[in-house]
């Protein structure tokens, strides 16, 4: 217990903790630039209590039984985290989601990707979500 009292919290203040880098990964190898290379998402973590705001919007409280209980639309809760994690490419773009004939990015990115890909988009931002700086590499294997 002495050793505690010896120890300082100075590392845990908000101007000492370390920025969490942008995640790169390529969750298709169908999107590509000018010169035919695969082009990177970018996701950027947010914050615990953005995470609860978005979970607890995509949350409904039913009766069943007589008891209280919540379920969550885990496909919208989904898309809306993907909206706020990824940078590029602008998920919410009118442009982007009027190329594929869709008003919202939960249409989107069932529109625009595969299963498997959808599954890369997936993992990266639990990656993302957890603290996790996987490279691109990392993240295609």
Same mark, same amino acid.
């Given at each position: 217990m !002495?050793?505690?009292?010896?120890? $300082?919290l100075? +590392?845990?203040f908000k101007n000492k903790a370390k920025q969490v880098d942008d995640v790169r990964v390529v969750v298709s190898e169908r999107f590509t630039d000018k010169?035919?290379?695969?082009?990177?998402? *970018?996701?950027?973590p947010i914050s615990t209590k953005l995470v609860?705001?978005?979970?607890? @919007?995509?949350? *409904?409280? @039913?009766? /069943?039984? +007589? @008891? @209280?209980v919540k379920e969550t639309n885990e496909e919208n809760l989904n898309a809306d985290l993907l909206e706020q994690v990824v940078l590029f490419p602008r998920l919410n773009d009118a442009?982007?989601?009027d190329s594929y004939g869709v008003t919202n990015v939960?249409?989107?990115? $069932?529109?625009?990707?595969y299963p498997g890909?959808? %599954?890369?988009?997936? %993992?990266?931002? %639990?990656? /993302?979500? !957890? +603290?996790k700086t996987n490279?691109? $590499?990392?993240?295609k294997n």
């Open positions: !002495s050793e505690i009292k010896n120890m $300082s100075n +590392g845990f010169e035919d290379k695969p082009l990177e998402w *970018v996701l950027h609860e705001e978005i979970t607890k @919007k995509n949350t *409904v409280t @039913k009766l /069943v039984n +007589g @008891k @209280k442009e982007l989601q939960n249409d989107l990115l $069932s529109t625009m990707l890909e959808t %599954q890369v988009l997936t %993992q990266a931002l %639990q990656d /993302v979500m !957890s +603290g490279t691109v $590499s990392e993240l």
